[in-house]
T-cell receptor, first 112, second 113 residues
Framework: GQQLNQSPQSMFIQEGEDVSMNCTSS?????WLWYKQDPGEGPVLLIA?????ELTSNGRLTAQFGITRKDSFLNISASIPSDVGIYFC????????????FGKGTKLTVNP | NAGVTQTPKFRVLKTGQSMTLLCAQD?????MYWYRQDPGMGLRLIHY???????AKGEVPDGYNVSRLKKQNFLLGLESAAPSQTSVYFC????????????FGSGTRLTVV
């Protein structure tokens, strides 16, 4: 089955720093999604990307749909303590499987 | 404004006991999913449903059963719990198969001793 490689697995940063994480796939996706999971909660959708090359922002978050359709990137600028959590990428093919394929997550720790 | 509600939030079972986890959504979504989350493993799909009365196996279905008798509810059953089923279980729903993303519940933390 399809697999997503998400990196890094974890990050420890100082408040105010920028963060970058990425997700790569061995196959093409038509949709890329980024979720954040706060401790003790379920994942919440941050950004959805629907076209190759698309760059979308949500506040301090910016995500890009890779040109090859096999990767996606998430950047967080000027991190703050509430950015702590696990960030998941997910890919989906609209024309095929109805299910999302999730990466294993990037655990972000922000030191004040 | 409830979205996806999971009950119970916490449960401790003894090996061999059975239980049912309930997922309820009030968004009239067709699609519903059950995932388990283990450290370092991310989210793994157990079973899913594409509409009332339908169910299908996901990536890790062994030891679990599901039912979708009503559109708004998706039940996950453990017939004979094992320590390997200690995990956090998440339910999700979506309106269609298109890439709008899923709405997740807040999870059920299950410990099997």
């Amino acid at each position: 089955g399809q697999q997503l490689n998400q990196s890094p697995q974890s990050m420890f940063i100082q408040e105010g720093e920028d963060v970058s994480m990425n997700c790569t796939s061995s196959s093409i996706f038509n949709t890329w999604l980024w979720y954040k999971q706060d401790p003790g909660e379920g994942p919440v959708l941050l950004i959805a990307l629907y076209k190759a090359g698309e760059l979308t922002s949500n506040g301090r978050l910016t995500a890009q749909f890779g040109i090859t359709r096999k990767d996606s990137f998430l950047n967080i600028s000027a991190s703050i303590p509430s950015d702590v959590g696990i960030y998941f990428c997910a890919g989906q093919n609209q024309g095929g499987s109805e299910k999302l394929v999730f990466g294993k997550g990037t655990k972000l720790t922000v030191n004040p | 404004n409830a979205g996806v509600t999971q009950t119970p939030k916490f449960r401790v079972l003894k090996t061999g006991q059975s239980m049912t986890l309930l997922c309820a959504q009030d968004m009239n979504h067709e699609y519903m999913y059950w995932y388990r989350q283990d450290p370092g493993m991310g989210l793994r799909l157990i079973h899913y449903s594409v509409g009332e009365g339908t169910t299908a196996k996901g990536e890790v279905p062994d030891g679990y059963n599901v039912s979708r008798l009503k559109k708004q509810n998706f039940l996950l059953g453990l017939e004979s719990a094992a320590p390997s089923q200690t995990s956090v279980y998440f339910c999700a729903s979506s309106p269609t198969h298109r890439g709008y993303g899923y709405t997740f519940g807040s999870g059920t933390r299950l410990t099997v001793v």
